[in-house]
C-alpha cells in the first residue's frame, strides 16, 4: 500500500483517487479552494442552478468504466441521458435569414441528410468522407495516443514521429496538416469548414494550428452521442467526490499545497500552507500547468514538462428566464458572419474580444434547474485570456452582458425581454478559481505527437511524480480528462 497524495480535485484527481483507492492505496486529496470539481462546477441562487465549464459529455464509456470499476454503476448515482438534437447551428446568409441546420444525435445518416438539405447536393457527402477519414485517425491514434501514457521522455521529434506508426498510420494521421487544411482540402461548403472548425475552438485551438487529427473530436461526438446529466453535469462531480469518500480517499478542501518535497531522488512528501506536512510514497498533481511552473518543485522545473501554449479564454453569461422554450435544442451554436476572421482575432499578438463572435447557447430543457415555468441558460463565447483584456475592469464586465444579449437577437434567439437576472463569469474569475493562467481554455495546444514535449507527462522524471487532469496528457476536456486518471492508475497499479 502507497501513501499517495493527489495535489488538486478536479474532476481528473477525483478519478485518479477513486481508481487507486479501490486499488488498495492510501489516498489523501489536497484541494485548495472550498469545493472539488475544479473547471466543473455549479452557480446556484434563487431556485436557478446553472453548469460551470464543461456542458455535455461525450464518449461516456470512459465514465462508466470509472464508475463501475470503483463501486456502481454510473447510472445509479447519476441520471445520464442523450440529448435529442446534438446541435442546432444557425449561419449567416448573403441575403435574407440565416441558414439553420439541426444535427441529430448520434446518427451519421441523419447528419448527412440535414447537411444536404441545409447546404445543397454534395454537403453531407463531403462531411461523410471527412468523417470517414476522422474515423480512420480514431483508429490509429486512440491505442497509440489516446490510451498510452506520455512518459518524461528526452526523445526528440524523428524518434517520437517514428514511434507514431508506419507510413501507413502517417498517412491516415497527417500530423504535418493543420485541421483547417483538412477542412479546406475536402469541405467545399464555407458553412460546413465552420461546422468542423468549432471544435477546435472548444478545445481553445486556433484551427490554423491545431493538427488534423482534432477531426477526431466531432467523429466521437457522431459515433458515441453527446449526453446530459439531469440536474447539470456538475452532479456527476458530487458522484465522483461521493464515490471517493465511500472509497475511504480523505478529501481535505481549503488546503494548499506549497511544495513538494524530495529526499533521496524521489517524492517524498508535501509542505502545506498552514505549515503541515504530509508524508508520500507517491503524489499526483492535477493543476492547469506543471509541477515546475506551478512552482511546487524549488529550484528546478519538472524535467520533461513541457508548457502547453497559450490558449484562448471561455466567457460564460448564465441567464435566468421567464418562461419555458421547449422548442430550442439543448445546444446552439449562433455563427459568426465571418467565422474564418475569428480565430485571427482571439490569438494576435494584441488579442482582442471579435465583435462579431460565434455564441454557443446552452438551453437544457430540464425542470430539476429552475423553478416551475422558468429557464436556465447558458451563452458562451470565446475570448482572450486575461492579459490582452483586463476582465477585472467594471467597465468591460458590465458591457458583456448587454452586447451578448443583443448578439444573440440579431441572430434570431431573442430573450432581451425573459431575463430575470445574469451572473457573468468572464477569465479573470476562472483564473481565480482554478489557477489557470489567465483563465484559459486548459489543456488547449496542439494534439497527437506534436504535442507530445508540450503536455505534463503522466510520469515524471522525478520518481513517485505523476499528473492527471487536462493539461497532462491525453489533454482537456472531461472525456480525456477521465482517460488521463485511468493511464495514472494503471502505471502506479494495485498496492
Not at 446518427?107 to 454537403?123: K, Y
Not at 483538412?182 to 471544435?199: K, N, Q, T, V, Y
Amino acid at each position: 500500500m502507497a501513501r499517495i497524495v493527489v495535489v488538486g480535485a478536479g474532476m481528473g484527481g477525483l478519478a485518479v483517487a477513486a481508481r487507486l483507492a479501490t486499488l488498495r492505496h492510501e489516498v489523501t486529496i489536497c484541494e485548495r479552494s472550498s469545493t472539488t470539481g475544479g473547471a466543473s462546477g455549479s452557480i446556484v441562487r434563487d431556485g436557478f442552478t446553472f453548469t460551470t465549464g464543461p456542458g455535455l459529455l461525450t464518449l461516456p464509456a470512459v465514465y462508466r468504466d470509472l464508475f463501475l470499476k470503483t463501486g456502481a454503476a454510473i447510472e445509479d448515482v447519476v441520471d445520464l441521458v442523450p440529448i435529442a438534437t446534438a446541435t442546432r447551428e444557425s449561419f449567416a446568409a448573403a441575403h435574407g435569414p440565416r441558414t439553420v441546420v439541426d444535427i441529430p444525435n448520434a446518427s451519421r445518416s441523419g447528419t448527412h441528410d440535414a447537411f444536404e438539405s441545409g447546404f445543397g447536393p454534395g454537403a453531407g457527402d463531403d462531411w461523410q468522407r471527412l468523417l470517414h477519414r476522422a474515423g480512420e485517425m480514431w483508429g490509429v491514434t486512440r491505442k497509440s495516443h489516446f490510451e498510452a501514457p506520455l512518459l518524461a521522455d528526452p526523445a526528440g521529434p524523428a524518434e517520437r514521429l517514428r514511434s507514431a506508426g508506419g507510413r501507413a498510420d502517417l498517412r491516415t494521421t497527417a500530423p504535418w496538416r493543420s485541421l483547417r487544411s483538412l477542412g479546406r482540402s475536402g469541405l467545399g461548403d464555407p458553412r460546413l469548414r465552420a461546422h468542423l472548425e468549432r471544435f477546435a475552438a472548444e478545445a481553445g485551438c486556433h484551427p490554423g494550428k491545431a493538427p488534423a487529427t482534432l477531426a477526431t473530436l466531432p467523429y466521437l461526438e457522431e459515433t458515441f452521442g453527446v449526453w446530459w446529466v439531469r440536474g447539470g453535469l456538475h452532479r456527476m462531480t458530487e458522484a465522483l467526490h461521493a464515490r471517493c469518500v465511500q472509497r475511504k480517499v480523505q478529501v481535505r478542501t481549503d488546503t494548499e499545497v506549497t511544495t513538494i518535497e524530495r529526499a533521496g531522488g524521489r517524492v517524498s512528501g508535501v509542505l502545506l500552507a498552514d505549515g503541515g506536512r504530509l508524508d508520500a510514497d507517491i503524489v499526483i498533481t492535477d493543476l492547469p500547468v506543471d509541477p515546475g511552473t506551478a512552482g511546487l518543485l524549488p529550484g528546478s522545473k519538472t524535467p520533461g514538462a513541457g508548457r502547453v501554449p497559450a490558449s484562448s479564454a471561455v466567457l460564460e453569461l448564465h441567464l435566468a428566464l421567464r418562461g419555458r422554450a421547449p422548442e430550442t435544442p439543448h445546444r446552439s451554436y449562433l455563427f459568426a458572419d465571418d467565422p474564418e476572421r475569428e480565430p485571427d482575432l482571439l490569438f494576435a499578438d494584441r488579442a482582442t474580444p471579435p465583435a462579431d463572435p460565434t455564441l454557443c447557447v446552452l438551453a437544457p430543457d430540464d425542470e430539476t434547474l429552475a423553478p416551475e415555468g422558468h429557464s436556465a441558460w447558458t451563452v458562451r463565447l470565446r475570448v482572450p485570456r486575461q492579459g490582452p483584456v483586463d476582465w477585472e475592469s467594471a467597465a468591460v464586465r458590465d458591457d458583456c452582458a448587454a452586447n451578448v444579449l443583443d448578439l444573440m437577437a440579431r441572430r434570431g434567439l431573442d430573450v432581451r425581454d425573459r431575463v430575470l437576472w445574469s451572473v457573468l463569469r468572464t477569465p479573470a474569475d476562472l483564473a481565480r478559481h482554478t489557477g489557470a493562467p489567465g483563465g484559459e481554455v486548459p489543456g488547449a495546444g496542439a494534439d497527437g505527437w506534436r504535442a507530445a514535449p508540450r503536455r505534463v507527462p503522466n510520469r515524471s522524471a522525478v520518481p513517485g511524480l505523476f499528473s492527471v487532469g487536462a493539461s497532462a496528457h491525453p489533454g482537456g476536456g472531461l472525456t480525456r480528462v477521465g482517460m488521463s486518471a485511468a493511464l495514472v492508475a494503471e502505471l502506479i497499479g494495485r498496492a
